[in-house]
């Protein structure tokens, strides 16, 4: 079978899959000691969970895990580290709290698909097209060209008003920090904004986003602080989702690669790192995280 092919048959689901709604997301692995076991429901057979590729595999209400002798599995469930020893018994999830805070939300949110790959257009894949940027936070970033040694960079207001520009950057840095453009940003309350990257053949590409709106900065804030201390994943995953529901999409997708760093192996890590950079546009990064998908993380 064909790399692509075994890419391809890789992000479809099944038709059983497909066609189910999928149980809420109550937790995740964190840690495997062991011979443990995983099983979708009682009827189906066990599965022998990885130490490496298995951490922070997302966990379903109705799922079921067994540590038989000389097996050690911690879980996060419903905002809470559990351990679980060999015992003669299968453990069942339970169904989510009946709360519905903001570690709640991140841990539901986990186990949901986080939105289809944008459409091959633009080298710039930060801002991401269609997203939002906070001014202070904001870092250019695009997949360099390999035939160009310098490109310009310029934003535009939605009249195309031309509101800064940035000519000779080097190509193969691929990403700028400018304290012009925060400054320009910054005195913006609204509108849609254009940046456009420039090649020495007079060739350009875009990309269009937005601001997140002064009001709802503090409300990020204090949300953001609310995860600041967290048992295990739960501060990243937590800040992530924060920032996806504010369309902040490259600061979850740096929320998730710091997630991945720390647990390189992690199958789970490795998907929704990877739904979150086809989703910016960052396809030279989609492409290694789908290799190590494919050949097996590493």
């Known amino acids: 079978m064909s790399l692509p092919l075994q890419i391809a048959l890789l992000a479809l689901p099944s038709n059983a899959a497909a066609a189910a709604e999928p149980k809420p997301c109550v937790g995740w692995v964190q840690e495997v000691r062991g011979t443990v076991y995983w099983r979708p429901h009682a009827a189906a057979p066990r599965v022998a969970l990885h130490p490496k590729a298995d951490q922070y595999r997302g966990l379903r209400t109705g799922e079921q895990l067994f540590c038989p002798r000389g097996g050690h599995l911690r879980l996060m469930v419903n905002g809470r580290l559990r351990e679980l020893k060999p015992v003669d018994a299968w453990f069942t999830l339970p169904p989510p709290l009946r709360t519905s805070g903001l570690t709640e939300r991140a841990i539901e949110a986990y186990g949901r698909r986080l939105g289809a790959e944008r459409p091959v257009g633009s080298a710039l894949y930060c801002p991401a097209d269609g997203g939002r940027v906070r001014a202070a936070h904001l870092v250019v970033r695009w997949q360099p060209e390999p035939a160009w040694k310098q490109v310009t960079l310029s934003l535009r207001d939605e009249t195309g008003q031309e509101l800064w520009r940035r000519p000779r950057v080097e190509a193969a840095a691929g990403r700028l920090e400018d304290t012009e453009l925060r400054a320009k940003l910054s005195q913006r309350t609204s509108g849609t904004l254009e940046l456009?990257?420039?090649?020495?053949?007079?060739?350009?590409?875009?990309?269009?986003?937005?601001?997140?709106?002064?009001?709802?900065?503090?409300?990020?804030?204090?949300?953001?602080?609310?995860?600041?201390?967290?048992?295990?994943?739960?501060?990243?995953?937590?800040?992530?989702?924060?920032?996806?529901?504010?369309?902040?999409?490259?600061?979850?997708?740096?929320?998730?690669?710091?997630?991945?760093?720390?647990?390189?192996?992690?199958?789970?890590?490795?998907?929704?790192?990877?739904?979150?950079?086809?989703?910016?546009?960052?396809?030279?990064?989609?492409?290694?995280?789908?290799?190590?998908?494919?050949?097996?993380?590493?």
């Open 196 to 298: 456009l990257l420039s090649g020495p053949d007079g060739t350009s590409q875009s990309v269009r986003f937005t601001l997140l709106p002064a009001g709802e900065e503090p409300g990020l804030l204090a949300e953001l602080a609310g995860f600041e201390k967290g048992p295990g994943l739960l501060p990243r995953i937590g800040r992530a989702q924060c920032l996806i529901q504010r369309r902040l999409y490259n600061e979850a997708a740096d929320e998730y690669e710091a997630a991945l760093a720390q647990a390189p192996a992690s199958r789970a890590l490795l998907e929704k790192t990877l739904q979150l950079q086809r989703l910016i546009g960052n396809t030279t990064r989609a492409e290694e995280l789908e290799q190590r998908l494919v050949w097996g993380a590493k």
